[in-house]
Each structure stands twice: as structure tokens, then as C-alpha cells.
């Protein structure tokens, strides 16, 4: 019979005085389970639930799945010094209720890591997509740039998240000027003494100024203006 929200949850608790059931005067010590009726506290066994088992709260998926697939199920109650109120500490369901809704939670999570594999692969494939057409575009702009060295600076310019000149919307769309400016931070740090300026205390302003020649000399022979 499938729960409505009108139905009533059947609710068992965890004694923390010693008891003793009003049925069978079974003694029931701190820590067991009691469902209590209009004759008083009675024992899982009288109160016909000594076939079900305690699932604790914690994974509120598991739970909500054991309760769907037991037909009969048992909110489990402790009262709280602290807060001075009735918890939730968990349920009572079938053990083949609890152990359907294991395999279903674990094969939903299977499902869920399967789909973000697949999810980072495709951003990963995206990703690299976006990189080569980057070079590709460097060495169209600048055919005299050495062979191979186009993937390194499109690698840096475009990393993902680092603000770079490669991350801008000029560059999504690979305009000039976003390509020339991924090639000139490129060749200021490897191939100027632009590095070494910063490291003897230069502004990064004038150590660029010290480079500006070598850089421009550079830019001129990759671009292919310069074939001598």
C-alpha cells in the first residue's frame, strides 16, 4: 500500500529510563526501542515491529528509499536534554527494504559519477578545442613563430580561470589584438631579460620599456615583415 501524506507515521522510541512492557512485562532497559499504545509502553516484539530493522539518520537518500520500499516502517524518537524535545534518530523498516534502497543508492551514485566523467571529459574536450584553434590562429597572425611554439603560448594564455589574455571575450572570438597580446607576454618572459629586471627590483612598467626593442624586433620576424 503506497504512503499518502494523510497517513500516520507509527512512531517507536529509544527509553532512556528502564521499562518494563505493559504486555508481556518484558524489562526494557536504557537504550531499547518502545512503542507506546493506550496501555502503555509495549516491547518491538508485542507491538508486532520486532521484524524490522533500524536504519540511523544520516543519509536522508537511503531513508527515503528504505521507507518506500518497506511495507511496514516506524519513525524511531529520543528526547533531547539539551534542546528538551523528541528527535528524529532514525527508522525501522524490512531488512530487504533497507538492502533494495542500499543497492538503489549505490547504483544512483554509480550513475552520478558516470555523469561527471562524462560531463569533465566533454569540458576537458571542449577545453582543448579551444586551445588548438588558439594556436592555429597564432600561426596564421604569425607564420614566422617557431614550429610548435604556438601550443605553449596558447596553452598559458587560455589555462582556464587565470584571468589571462586568452580567457577574455576578444579572445573567445580570436581577434587580433588578443592574439598578438598572448605572443608578447609570451616572448617578454622567455625571450627578453624581462624576468630578471623584475627580480632586481625594475617597475614592472620600466622593465617592459628595457625589453620594448627585443620584443618589437621579435614580433616583427614572427609576423613575417622581417625576412632577413
Known sequence: MKRTKKDKDIVVFIVRRDSVCCECGEELFSGRFIHLSDKGAACLSCADLDHLSYLPRGNAALTRRARKNSGLSAVVLQWSRTRRRYERQGILASPEAIEKAEEEC????????????????????AELKYVNEFAREIRTFFPGCPPGREFKIADFACRKYSGRVGRS???KTFSADAIELALRAHIRHECTDYDTLLMRGYERWDARDEVRGRVEEIIKRWRGEDEA
Do not use: F, T, V, W
Not at 106 to 125: G, Q, S, T
Open 106 to 125: 549505490l547504483d544512483y551514485e554509480e550513475l552520478r559519477e558516470a555523469r561527471r566523467i562524462k560531463a569533465r571529459k566533454k569540458r576537458e574536450e
Open 169 to 171: 571575450s576578444d579572445a
